[in-house]
Structures are given as structure tokens and as C-alpha cells.
């Protein structure tokens, strides 16, 4: 295998001197094992929540949307706030396995299975929100053009509500055909491990794999035709969410800086919730030696690098609208921040923007606590930060007479919770039933990351070996 | 199935061990009927002269395909099925129809090469290709050669390149 020259200060992504044979097997047995109680407590409390979620989605069926506390000013609630929300945590994922692979951080072989299960899971979540919302769900097929009885009459092409329906629904079969392609060739390991039914199982997931040289070089040139398709797609992704208030005539929401400034939240969010999930998860499937205090700390350098972003987004809109001597641009971000929401306002800040500082020092970086409450602030900042440009933007809006408050009902609060079971029931059912780190591609990376091969315990060289022998 | 292969191989433990086998075995001009590892190895597709794969060009005429689709499909729906005046912009408001022009590009390219990466290679839902051993989804790398026409003094060949080139293990097998 020709290596391409690794540097001596790159520290080792896999631990433990693993052979290939033991990559197997520690990645394959936490799906052929059956779960512990942890697991099945896990799976419990996300299936309530799951439940809770169901219910509450009926109600808001049955009675339409008046089981939520919105109004006439205030037509976006929880409901937006959550879509932005989960759509921005899913970025994280395709961030990982696409960019990282463009720019060939071998760091993103440890995280990016689990990182893309999280991206459609969450994509899940997030189109839930636009689907119920409009309040007639049975009629939501009218979104799509397709030819019919109504004239036929088209969708507003030129609307980016509509954008927004075409941007999520090709962000996630991309991310789906993109996961599942990488997953086929571990498909195939868990078939050849296995007996019976569950050989049956694997054998039709894996598609017919069997590791010809051909495949594996059509597989290549797959995921990277993919991870370069996939690159600017979750970047339009997110800048066509803020184009759903950016190209209003709202102030606070009018601004040009809505894109790229929408774009770094979703990264920050996503590697909060990556962080979140992988802190459990290494510990749970005992993975330390796959996903190691380096992946850590790299994705928390991810996370400075954007939540420091959004800090100065926050700053820029603030001067621009002072700068604007605009009085409504001015009022809408007085509003924001000394208004009635003054307390969202103040948590965003603290959340996005101060505590992710601390992750200057290394130390704090490294260490699994720090990291895992940090993850849990970053991921309610952000939600902060979408309640905050939606709600305390419309209760203000250009008739004092018409201003309002909102908080929200116990159904929108059941189908956020809602939400949060659909997403951690996959996650859970996915960590049964597929390797939760990618086996042929930690095997790929070994001989150029593994901890027998470089870094300060290194003792194999491994190319002089082989010169020896042949 | 009609076509049984006996094919004769060897199992290998250690990727560059395999690649050195792969260039003795083109040097000798021995017919390499496959080769299959566990993970994609660097530079096997060079040795065993495989062309580069053009799946991208499938990839760039689907992307054609869709961009054409979503950007035609606009301009005769907003010009010619049903004009409406949105917003005081012009019909044809080219702007704003590149979001879903560039959106429905992506979904046409992908979803067009992941078909034709299965299609082509024998690969699809509930498909069972015969394996040559269990392993070689875990820690074995395995060159294959078709016994089909060779006669016994090939194979005895093919049989001590496979041991000198570092085959741990060498195995018949009909598929």
C-alpha cells in the first residue's frame, strides 16, 4: 500500500494496537451481543417520548393548530424554531463525512457513521415540523408540482418556502444514499460473521458485497463524487432555511448575513449534538480506542472555530443595525435583547457564545465532562438562538396595537419531546444494528493512524518489514 | 447457476504483501480472474490495470438531466402553462429559480450514480454473489484465479506463485 507521508506530530486515531481482525470484531459485537439494561432503559425512555410525540401530533390533526398558543402575530412558534433546530444538527453529519473527506481529515473515520445516522435522523425530525404545521396535512402533497385537476395549477416556484421542500427533501435521500453506500461493505462483514436468520438479514442488506477490487474502486469514486455533491448541498441547505426569513420584509430578519451566519450555527449545533452522542456512545459500546480524546478534541476545535463564528454574526448584526440608522432595524434588535424575551436573548449569548471560549484551553478540550455539558449548552443555545430570531422578532411586529406574547402549549412542548424520542429510538435501534463506526474504513486508515504505527508508542515500520521478507 | 466456476485461490493477511503478489502476478503474465480485499487498498486497481472507473461522467449527465428538468420544467410552467405575476418580478425570474435548479442537479446525480453503481456491478437488494471465504470481509486478502482452461501444469504455476508471493493459505472452490 503506497501511505501517503504522515507526519510525526499526528497523534494515532485507533489505540490499542489493533489488528484488523480485532477491528472486526470489536466493532461488529456490540450489534450481535443483546443490550444491556442501560440500552433497554434508554430505549424506554425514548419510546415515551416517542408516544408523548404521537399523541400530541394526533391532537394537532385532529384539532388543527389551535392545540398550539400561536396567534395572529405570532405565527411561528416552536413549531419553525424546532424545524431550524433539528435541520441544523443534521449539517453536522454531512459536514463530517463530506467536507473532512474533501479535505482528507482522517479524524472524520472514527465519528462518521454515527455523525450521518444522526444527520437523518434529525432530518426526520425537522420535516416533521413544516408537514404538520400548515395545519391541513392531508392536503400537504400539494407542495409538489405534479400535474393535476386544480388547473393545473403550479406551486409558487419563486417562494423559498418552496425552496426549503426541495432543498430537505434532496439533503436527505442524498444523506441517505450516501450512509447507506458506506454501509454496504459493513453490511457484508456482519453477513460473513453470521449464521441463519440473521445471515438471511444481512445477506439482503448487503447487497451482493464481496469486496472486488473493481467495486472498491467504483465505491471510491462513489463517495467522492458524493462527499463533492453533498459539500455545497448542505451548504444550500441551511442557506435556503434563512432564506425563509431573509427574503422577508421583517425587520431583524431582512439581512444578508443570513446565510453564512445560519450555515456556522448549523455546523456549532451539529458537532454539539455529534459530541453529545459519541461522549455516550464510546462509553456505552466501549469504543475509546476508535473514537479517542483526539476525535474529541478535534470536533470541539470545530466547535470554537463556529461557535466564535456565530459570536461575531451576532456582533455584526447588532453594529449593522445601529449602522443602518434605520429605526425598525434598530427597535427589532433593542427588542431582542432588552425586550420581553429579554431571558432567550441573554441564554443564547451565553450558551453560543461565551461558554464555547473555554475550549481555548486544552485541557478543557480534552476532557469527556467538560465536553459533554458543553455539548449539552451548545445544543440549548441554539435553540435559543432560533426561538429568539422567531418569536421575539413577530411579537414586535410594525403596530404596537397588534404586538403580543407567546409561549408555548403543552402540545407543542410534547411534540418537541416528541421529537426527541423519534430521533434517539433510531439512534438506539441503529447502534443494534449496524456498526456504529465504519469497519473497512478504520481498517483503511490503520496503517496510517494506528498507534502501532505512528505517534510515540510506535514500534512497527512496517514497509521495511515486508522489504525484509520478499 | 449455469456457469460453475472452480477457481483457485489464495489468502493473503496483509495488504502490501497482496499488492507485491498482484505486480509478480502481471509480471508473469498469469490471468487474475479477481481480487478481493476487506477494505479498498490503494493502488490494486493500478496494478491490476483496471481502467479508472467513469462513473462521475454517469454522474455529470444525470446532474445535466436534472438541472435541465427542474430549470426547463420552470421557465415553460411560469411562461406558457401558467404566467402569473409574483411579487412585480418578470415570468422568467431566472434568480430565483437556481435554488431548486441546483438542489434538483444534486438529487438527478446522485440518485443516478448509486443506481448505476449497483446496476453495473451485479449489486442490489436481497442479491446473493458467491464468497470465496468469510473472511475476506474481515482480515483476508484473496487473488482468485479461474481454473476454467488451465491445464494441471498452469495451475501447479499458479499453485507456487500464489506460496512464494506469501499466500498463508491456499484454497479451491467452485462457485
Redesign the interface.
Known amino acids: 500500500m503506497s501511505h501517503s507521508p504522515v507526519s510525526p506530530i499526528r497523534a494515532p486515531l485507533v489505540e490499542g494496537h489493533k489488528t484488523y481482525h480485532q477491528i472486526t470484531e470489536d466493532l461488529s459485537t456490540p450489534t450481535e451481543k443483546r443490550p444491556n439494561a442501560a440500552w433497554w432503559g434508554a430505549f424506554a425512555v425514548a419510546l415515551t417520548f416517542l408516544t408523548i410525540g404521537v399523541i400530541c401530533i394526533v391532537l394537532t390533526i385532529w384539532d388543527g393548530i389551535t392545540e398550539w398558543n400561536l396567534n395572529r402575530t405570532i405565527g411561528w412558534g416552536w413549531d419553525i424554531t424546532n424545524f431550524v433546530w433539528w435541520i441544523g444538527i443534521g449539517h453536522a453529519g454531512t459536514l463530517i463525512s463530506a467536507i473532512l473527506l474533501l479535505f482528507r481529515q482522517k479524524w472524520r473515520t472514527g465519528v462518521n457513521r454515527a455523525a450521518e445516522a444522526m444527520t437523518i435522523f434529525a432530518v426526520m425530525c425537522a420535516a416533521l415540523f413544516p408537514a404538520i404545521h400548515v395545519g391541513r396535512i392531508w392536503v400537504v402533497f400539494f407542495f409538489f408540482p405534479y400535474p393535476n385537476s386544480r388547473g393545473p395549477l403550479w406551486p409558487n416556484f419563486n417562494s423559498p418556502l418552496l425552496w426549503d421542500l426541495f432543498a430537505i427533501s434532496t439533503y436527505f435521500t442524498v444523506s441517505l444514499l450516501f450512509w447507506y453506500t458506506g454501509l454496504v461493505p459493513d453490511f457484508a462483514t456482519l453477513r460473513d460473521r453470521s449464521k441463519g436468520l440473521r445471515r438471511k438479514m444481512y445477506n439482503f442488506v448487503s447487497f451482493g458485497w464481496t469486496g472486488s477490487a473493481k467495486h472498491w474502486q467504483r465505491h471510491e469514486s462513489l463517495s467522492l463524487v458524493l462527499a463533492g455533491l453533498a459539500t455545497p448541498l448542505v451548504l444550500s441547505v441551511h442557506t435556503i432555511v434563512s432564506f425563509d426569513f431573509a427574503t422577508s420584509v421583517i425587520p431583524g430578519w431582512h439581512t444578508t448575513i443570513f446565510p453564512p451566519y445560519f450555515v456556522a450555527g448549523a455546523i456549532f449545533s451539529g458537532f454539539a449534538m455529534v459530541q453529545t452522542l459519541m461522549v455516550i456512545t464510546r462509553k456505552v459500546l466501549n469504543l475509546k480506542q476508535y473514537i479517542t480524546l483526539e476525535h474529541i478534541e478535534s470536533m470541539n476545535k470545530v466547535i470554537l472555530l463556529t461557535g466564535t463564528i456565530v459570536g461575531v454574526a451576532y456582533l455584526t448584526e447588532l453594529f449593522i443595525s445601529w449602522y443602518s440608522g434605520y429605526i425598525y432595524e434598530q427597535f427589532a434588535f433593542f427588542n431582542r435583547a432588552l425586550g420581553p424575551y429579554w431571558w432567550s436573548y441573554f441564554g443564547m449569548m451565553l450558551c453560543n457564545v461565551i461558554s464555547p471560549q473555554l475550549f481555548w484551553s486544552k485541557k478543557i478540550r480534552r476532557s469527556v465532562w467538560w465536553t459533554f455539558f458543553m455539548s449539552i449548552f451548545v445544543n440549548i443555545g441554539m435553540w435559543f438562538e432560533r426561538f429568539v430570531i422567531i418569536a421575539t422578532t413577530l411579537a414586535r411586529d410594525y403596530l404596537p396595537s397588534s404586538w403580543s406574547y407567546y409561549s408555548p402549549s403543552w402540545v407543542e412542548i410534547g411534540i418537541f419531546l416528541g421529537t426527541l424520542g423519534i430521533f434517539f429510538t433510531f439512534y438506539l435501534l441503529f447502534t443494534r444494528l449496524a456498526p456504529v463506526v465504519a469497519v473497512a474504513e478504520i481498517k483503511h486508515i490503520l496503517k496510517s493512524a494506528g498507534d502501532q504505527y505512528i505517534g510515540k508508542d510506535a514500534h512497527h515500520h512496517h514497509s521495511s518489514e515486508i522489504t525484509q521478507e520478499s | 447457476m449455469a456457469n460453475h466456476k472452480d477457481v483457485l485461490f489464495g489468502l493473503y493477511?496483509?495488504?502490501?504483501?497482496l499488492?507485491?503478489a498482484v505486480k509478480k502476478a502481471k509480471a508473469a503474465h498469469l490471468d487474475i480472474m479477481?481480487?478481493?480485499?476487506?477494505?479498498?487498498?490503494?493502488?490494486?486497481?493500478e496494478a491490476?490495470d483496471?481502467k479508472e472507473?467513469r462513473?462521475?461522467i454517469v454522474?455529470f449527465i444525470f446532474?445535466l438531466i436534472g438541472s435541465l428538468t427542474a430549470f426547463l420544467?420552470?421557465t415553460w410552467?411560469?411562461t406558457d402553462?401558467?404566467p402569473?405575476i409574483?411579487?412585480g418580478?418578470p415570468y422568467w425570474?431566472v434568480p430565483?429559480?437556481i435554488?431548486?435548479t441546483?438542489?434538483?442537479t444534486?438529487?438527478f446525480?446522485?440518485?443516478g450514480?448509486?443506481v448505476v453503481?449497483?446496476v453495473?456491478?451485479?449489486?442490489?437488494?436481497?442479491?446473493?454473489?458467491?464468497?470465496l471465504d468469510?473472511?475476506?470481509?474481515?482480515?483476508k486478502f484473496c487473488i482468485a484465479f479461474d481454473q476454467h482452461g488451465m491445464s494441471d501444469k498452469d495451475i501447479d504455476k499458479v499453485k507456487s506463485f500464489l506460496k512464494d508471493s506469501?499466500a498463508e493459505e491456499i484454497h479451491t472452490k467452485t462457485i
Not at chain 2, 493477511?13 to 504483501?17: G, Q, R
Not at chain 2, 479477481?34 to 486497481?45: A, Y
Not at chain 2, 468469510?134 to 482480515?139: F, N, S
Open positions: 493477511s496483509d495488504e502490501e504483501v499488492l507485491k479477481d481480487v478481493f480485499t476487506p477494505f479498498p487498498v490503494h493502488g490494486l486497481d491490476l483496471l472507473s462513473l462521475h454522474g446532474g420544467g420552470m410552467i411560469f402553462d401558467w402569473i409574483i411579487g418580478k425570474s430565483a429559480f435554488p431548486i441546483f438542489e434538483l444534486v438529487l446525480a446522485s440518485i450514480m448509486v453503481f449497483y453495473i456491478g451485479g449489486l442490489g437488494p436481497g442479491v446473493t454473489n458467491p464468497t468469510d473472511r475476506i470481509t474481515d482480515d506469501g
